[in-house]
């Protein structure tokens, strides 16, 4: 009998969401007590700030540029290498992937790709090297095992959930994508998947070696955890995030001083469609209503830690515990009102970049409890899977196993952003010693998906949207032991010059070339 991985995801979710990293609202004790008795990463960092790309390189332990799926809707070819398919062929893993996966695209009317198919047939798999499967998305919609299971099961407990993308105002405050949803906790998507995992857990036997994803689409939007939960936190008792400018004119004082189009979505000039419903426009965002967002988001967070707390509690019960590696992180980050935004998208900084991340190793390791300061990445998970499982880390994997104490060989971590959108918009960075940097490339605009095309989906009026074209010399630098908040953009400073030649210079220096051809968007998202 060897060690066994439960790999536990949540969806965009911030570094600060936790105890352990100072979150200070949403209590999440089993998070933190994974992170004291393991190690907790302090600078882990996305590869990109959206869904698909983010995962396809979990999954594969590649960057975007070389799996190709640089932004959403560009489908995962069905050849990828997969950690979890290594896991199985070489070292005879059990292996199960529950919760969101979202390598392939969720807009699929036709049942073009084999994750919808698998959901919407009932099948459990095989898929991408995982022998059972058992998809949930941002509740009962589309073509999932979890909106089939709970329209047949209990088809009078859909219409409590938000819909993703729908800007109508709700809640208390008028607030976007909110719902105090009278399902019943038990129903509610991250208990299903807790209940699934455990299900599955069950059908091993005492020495299968496995691994296990465990994929919460939480605390991603539309945030409606059950009514009965609200009681948790109260939106009237929250501060402003420390990230949020505390008055309109001073965030516009701030995102002027960056590149153009953040001012632009901030005032509606120009709407966030890679990340955010199309009409909604940050400006007009009340202080309350990001109160009450952020109290749902807080609920959600520590729902989803109790969810991990019975997981964890039968993989004990199973006597596996001390053979046990955990893992928990996420797939990029949230706005959650810094600069007074909300949501994610073509937006490098640290709201949507850094990444809670946590390795408890199995404790018969002896590993001492560490924090590493050092920067690591999303690209870094699959070779410490295969460390764990005793194999080599395959040439096709670019990262390389975490380290479970400081090392500083570990340099920088680097993000992309290739927008799926006519636009064009192109942007690479580089966190290294305390500074991040993003460098804008040329935007090729006309490539993608037509921004009326996708304004259209989601049931908006199809105007026309003024274009935001880089040439190329934009761009935002921070000193982030100074300016955590990542405020003053020093990317024109002639004072820091020789900083950001250097970085740009490593930059371009570490990334690996771009496949060609490039994969083509083919859906929305």
């Known amino acids: 009998m060897g060690r066994k991985i439960l790999f536990i995801t949540t969806d965009q979710q911030r570094y600060d969401a936790l105890g352990c990293n100072g979150g200070t609202v949403a209590r999440t004790p089993v998070a933190d007590a994974l992170a004291a008795g393991g190690v907790r990463y302090e600078r882990a960092y996305c590869q990109n700030t959206v869904c698909m790309p983010a995962r396809s390189t979990l999954l594969t332990g590649q960057y975007p540029r070389t799996h190709g799926v640089v932004a959403n809707g560009i489908p995962l070819p069905p050849d990828a290498p997969s950690v979890a398919r290594h896991l199985r062929d070489s070292a005879g893993y059990r292996t199960a992937l529950i919760g969101k996966a979202h390598f392939e695209p969720i807009s699929d009317p036709g049942l073009r790709w084999e994750e919808n198919r698998l959901g919407a047939s009932g099948r459990h798999g095989p898929y991408r090297g995982f022998e059972h499967v058992e ?206 935004l909300l949501y994610k998208g073509p937006y490098h900084v640290d709201s949507l970049m850094r990444l809670p991340l946590i390795w408890r190793p199995a404790p018969a390791t002896g590993t001492a409890p560490a924090v590493v300061t050092d920067p690591v990445g999303q690209i870094d998970l699959a070779p410490t899977f295969c460390r764990i499982a005793g194999l080599p880390v395959p040439e096709w994997m670019q990262g390389r196993p975490l380290p479970a104490a400081p090392d500083p060989t570990r340099e920088r971590a680097l993000c992309e952003w290739d927008s799926q959108l006519d636009h064009g918009l192109r942007m690479r960075s580089i966190y290294r010693d305390g500074w991040l940097l993003t460098a804008y490339e040329p935007s090729t605009p006309g490539e993608g998906i037509p921004t009326a095309g996708l304004l259209r989906h989601y049931g908006l009026p199809a ?52 496949r060609r051809p490039p994969l083509a968007v083919e859906a929305m998202a």
Not at 483 to 497: C, E, M, T, V, Y
């Open 135 to 340: 998809f949930a998305g941002h509740g009962p919609w589309g073509k999932t095992h979890y909106a089939r299971w709970l329209k047949r099961e209990h088809p009078g407990r859909r219409d409590g959930f938000a819909r993703i993308f729908d800007g109508t105002p709700r809640g208390d405050t008028g607030a976007p994508e909110v719902a105090y949803n009278p399902v019943p906790r038990g129903l509610y998507h991250t208990d299903w998947i807790a209940d699934r995992v455990i299900a599955w857990l069950d059908t091993l036997d005492p020495d299968d070696d496995w691994l296990c994803w465990m994929s919460f689409p939480d605390p991603h939007h539309p945030w409606d955890p059950p009514a009965a939960e609200r009681h948790r936190v109260d939106w009237r008792d929250l501060d402003l995030p420390a990230g949020h400018p505390g008055s309109a004119d001073r965030a516009r004082e701030i995102l002027a001083a960056k590149p153009a189009h953040w001012l632009a979505w901030y005032e509606g000039r120009v709407p966030n469609l890679d990340g955010a419903p199309g009409d909604f426009v940050p400006a007009r965002m009340t202080a309350d209503q990001l109160r009450e967002i952020s109290a749902l988001i807080h609920i959600e967070n520590e729902l989803l830690d109790e969810a991990c707390g019975r997981v964890l509690a039968r993989i004990a019960e199973r006597g596996w515990d001390a053979d046990t590696d955990v893992f928990l992180t996420t797939d990029h980050g949230e706005f959650q009102g810094d600069f007074g």
């Open 463 to 514: 105007v026309e949207v003024p274009r935001i074209v880089y040439g190329g010399d934009e761009g935002e630098l921070y000193n982030l032991r100074e300016d955590p908040h990542q405020w003053r953009n020093l990317w024109a400073d002639p004072g820091h010059a020789a900083i950001r030649r250097e970085m740009v210079e490593d930059l371009y220096d570490n990334l690996p070339s771009p």
